[in-house]
């Protein structure tokens, strides 16, 4: 089962699981914020409304919804 | 802003007003007070920063050079390998959609949204047969200048552009970028160039240019000049290649033979103005434009002669 980091945590989670679930199962629930500075979570699911994003493995505004954890992957919400 | 004196006079004056006004501007207008680094590529164009310097230091603004470490330091994500830079610290960028809306609410204008077909003397005729009588008239309409006043010559040609702007990178850029080749894309009368120029926005997205094209009548975006403008860029700055662009669109310059605006009295049309042809300085020298022509028409003596840019210079 892969091992991620979220925000410093160390969390596992089941094989073929998205970033955006790993990140609700470990509690997290801002995965950004607005320009205004709102929080931010996954909404569609699917990749199309972008409020999911979150920087991974250093790059920014990754779809978390769009991604599957990989053992060793490093994630960063704000 | 140094291609002529006559530029340079209106530039310099309207970045004074510019500043005057920034410190109670609201967010919303973005003032940025970021400076500009023209980018020197090799020593032939350091040569050319030494000279800009010299320009701007003989008219009283200050700049600074900075060398291959300084600007490595300045901005990390240039490419290796840069000559240097000259540092033009008093620039700003703002966004103008707002900076419009700020501007005419302090104005107090009455502000009517219609479409315009041609201008009389003291009258303006609009689109649905009604017209609009004034005392003065200007002509700011840009590219449609001419249009509007088919007895007065007005030497405006358009010139498309293409921009892109990213997702929100704070830190990426920090000065506004401008290779010093742009100077050799803007001077270029005829066919089309793209240069490296690359702005960051209050935000954090990047604002990325630029193309230059006559002669193109279509708003479509023309994809290989597109990708021709991104390469430039990315020559310049090979990070922007992971950056993520959330919308790209396209503009048209009005350009004139000299590259100075159209500022003064319609020839033959009385009360009438014109106030166009400002090319790609159009928000920097908005400020400068309105203070000389308010003064020209009120009767004071305006801050820098109107001489230049008299719209029958060309005649």
Not at chain 2, 2 to 16: G, H, I, M, N, V
Not at chain 2, 137 to 159: C, E, K, Q
Request: hydrophobic residues 40%.
């Amino acid at each position: 089962m892969p091992e991620i980091t979220i925000d410093g945590r160390r969390v596992t989670v089941r094989e073929q699981t998205s970033v955006a679930a790993a990140i609700l199962q470990a509690g997290v629930s801002s995965f950004r914020r607005s320009v205004t500075g709102e929080p931010r979570a996954a909404l569609c699911g699917m990749g199309i409304c972008y409020e999911c994003r979150v920087t991974i493995d250093g790059e920014p505004h990754a779809l978390s919804c769009q991604t599957l954890c990989v053992d060793g992957m490093v994630v960063e919400t704000t | 802003m140094d291609d002529s004196e006559a530029q340079f006079a209106l530039t310099r004056l309207s970045r004074e007003l510019w500043m005057e006004l920034s410190p109670d501007l609201p967010r919303s207008v973005e003032y940025e007070a970021c400076g500009t680094l023209w980018v020197a590529a090799d020593e032939e164009e350091m040569r050319e920063v030494r000279r800009k310097q010299e320009f701007y230091a003989s008219r009283g603004v200050s700049t600074q050079i900075l060398d291959a470490l300084q600007l490595r330091e300045a901005e990390p994500n240039l490419r290796d390998g840069l000559a240097g830079a000259l540092l033009v610290n008093q620039d700003s960028v703002v966004y103008p959609p707002c900076a419009a809306v700020e501007l005419i609410a302090r104005s107090g204008a009455t502000v009517l949204r219609a479409r315009s077909v041609g201008i009389e003397s003291q009258k303006v005729m609009l689109a649905n047969g009604e017209s609009l009588e004034a005392g003065v008239i200007i002509n700011a309409a840009g590219i449609h200048a001419g249009a509007l006043m088919p007895s007065v010559s007005v030497p405006i040609a358009p010139r498309k552009g293409h921009l892109l702007i990213t997702d929100r990178y704070p830190g990426f850029v920090r000065h506004q970028l401008v290779e010093l080749g742009y100077l050799k894309s803007a001077h270029s009368t005829t066919g089309s160039s793209v240069a490296f120029n690359v702005q960051p926005r209050r935000t954090g997205q990047l604002l990325i240019g630029s193309s230059r094209q006559f002669g193109v009548n279509s708003p479509d975006i023309d994809a290989p000049m597109m990708a021709r403008m991104l390469r430039r860029a990315t020559d310049f700055m090979p990070g922007i290649a992971r950056l993520s662009a959330i919308r790209s669109w396209t503009g048209v310059r009005a350009a004139t033979p000299d590259k100075l605006p159209l500022i003064g009295p319609c020839p033959g049309l009385p009360h009438a103005f014109i106030a166009a042809g400002h090319e790609g300085l159009g928000i920097t020298t908005s400020l400068g434009t309105a203070r000389i022509l308010t003064d020209h028409i009120v009767g004071k003596t305006p801050p820098i002669p109107l001489s230049p840019y008299l719209p029958d210079r060309h005649a």
